[in-house]
């Protein structure tokens, strides 16, 4: 039997892996692959869940409820705020909006692996700068990178998946090196759990007011602890914004969504509670794992990163026997997200054998 004749797909699809997701952990394991919070919901995001939400009918398009909590929490106006599935939904967006056949988009590597393929769906081609040694940004680098093919520059601090900031005076001064009619995405995802004094803070420093090309998102995913309701933002020049709204894919944001995120900022006080336990149980991990020797660099999301190397499947291997489902980078290193308390211990004793295997 022949094959059947299918539809044509281009080329660079074709040859692109599919998003891959952490790996799923049984009922007696620890799933530490996917950088999610914890803690279970609050009541009062239940609640909010709870209450009566038609599905029979489509949800408001502009989660207009939500963007003015956000402009009146940001000082901003509705317009500058915007509201989808994911901050990585914006992300896409935006990439579609600048970037097309012939142009450049650079991001800093290994960062989100989601990164490579917003380009290259859209048609562009993905310009990677390595880190430095320990795991940073080189923001003087990807100044280096940018021509005049340069359309869209992603940030992520802190790196996912490595830990480390960008500070605000780095950012400054990478700001002033790019060209005003570039595009530059700063994806702040875990910027609840940073510490780091001198970090980078979008919203808080409203860059986006001195720099319009600028566009922070944030996510209710990571320390609010929706990533199984899909619901990020972000803020910025209205223009912009609107470019993505426009690319975007009409009614992605569930009305259950914009409820629990509401919810979620009332009752943030909370939630952010929440967020010191598992910086406390982050810094236990970095402080044990160095002390066995592990080279780990500045933690400032909700995970560690392990330079294992060539030795990155191996490794990965021993935690899943052992019940710790993390998430490997094979040829780079481990990500293990901060998860339950129970986790740490198991976490440290299991890391203690491999460095003495490795």
């Known amino acids: 039997?022949?094959?059947?004749?299918?539809?044509?797909?281009?080329?660079?699809?074709?040859?692109?892996?599919?998003?891959?997701?952490?790996?799923?952990?049984?009922?007696?394991?620890?799933?530490?692959?996917?950088?999610?919070?914890?803690?279970?919901p609050l009541p009062s995001v239940v609640d909010a869940l709870q209450r009566a939400t038609p599905i029979n009918r489509y949800p408001d398009a502009t989660a207009g409820r939500l963007r003015e909590r956000l402009a009146a929490r940001y000082a901003v106006d509705p317009n500058q705020v915007h509201v989808a599935a994911g901050s990585v939904s914006i992300l896409h967006q935006l990439i579609l909006a600048t970037s097309s056949v012939g142009d450049e988009v650079i991001y800093a590597w290994r960062s989100f692996e989601a990164y490579p393929s917003l380009p290259?769906?859209?048609?562009?081609?993905g310009v990677q700068v390595p880190l430095t040694a320990d795991s940073r940004h080189d923001l003087d680098a990807m100044a280096d990178a940018v021509t005049d093919r340069t359309r869209a520059i992603i940030l992520c601090t802190p790196n996912n998946p490595t830990g480390p900031i960008i500070t605000g005076d780095e950012f400054a001064n990478f700001v002033e090196r790019v060209p005003a009619d570039v595009l530059i995405v700063l994806d702040e995802a875990y910027?609840?759990?940073v510490t780091a004094p001198d970090a980078i803070d979008g919203l808080a420093e409203r860059v986006f007011e001195r720099h319009p090309n600028v566009v922070v998102l944030r996510t209710f995913s990571k320390a609010y602890g929706l990533a199984g309701l899909r619901i990020g933002y972000a803020i910025g020049n209205e223009k912009?914004?609107?470019?993505?709204?426009?690319?975007?894919?009409?009614?992605?944001?569930?009305?259950?969504?914009?409820?629990a995120a509401i919810a979620s900022l009332d009752a943030e006080k909370e939630l952010l509670a929440r967020v010191d336990v598992i910086v406390e149980r982050r810094t236990r991990l970095v402080e044990g794992l160095r002390a066995q020797g592990w080279d780990v660099p500045?933690?400032?999301?909700?995970?560690?990163?392990l330079p294992t190397g060539e030795q990155t499947d191996a490794a990965a291997a021993t935690l899943v026997q052992n019940d710790l489902i993390?998430?490997?980078?094979?040829?780079d290193g481990?990500?293990?997200?901060?998860?339950?308390?129970?986790?740490?211990?198991?976490?440290?004793?299991?890391?203690?054998a491999l460095r003495g295997a490795l």
């Open 334 to 352: 481990i990500r293990i997200s901060v998860g339950e308390e129970d986790s740490v211990a198991r976490i440290l004793d299991v890391a203690a």
């Open 120 to 125: 290259l769906v859209a048609g562009a081609t």
């Open 1 to 40: 039997m022949t094959d059947p004749i299918l539809p044509r797909i281009r080329p660079a699809i074709a040859a692109l892996a599919p998003y891959r997701q952490g790996k799923q952990a049984g009922p007696e394991a620890f799933k530490l692959s996917s950088n999610e919070n914890p803690f279970e």
């Open 326 to 331: 993390v998430r490997p980078f094979s040829g």
């Open 298 to 305: 500045d933690a400032q999301g909700n995970f560690v990163w």
């Open 240 to 259: 912009v914004l609107d470019a993505a709204r426009t690319t975007g894919i009409p009614l992605s944001v569930t009305g259950a969504a914009e409820n």
């Open 191 to 193: 910027a609840e759990f």
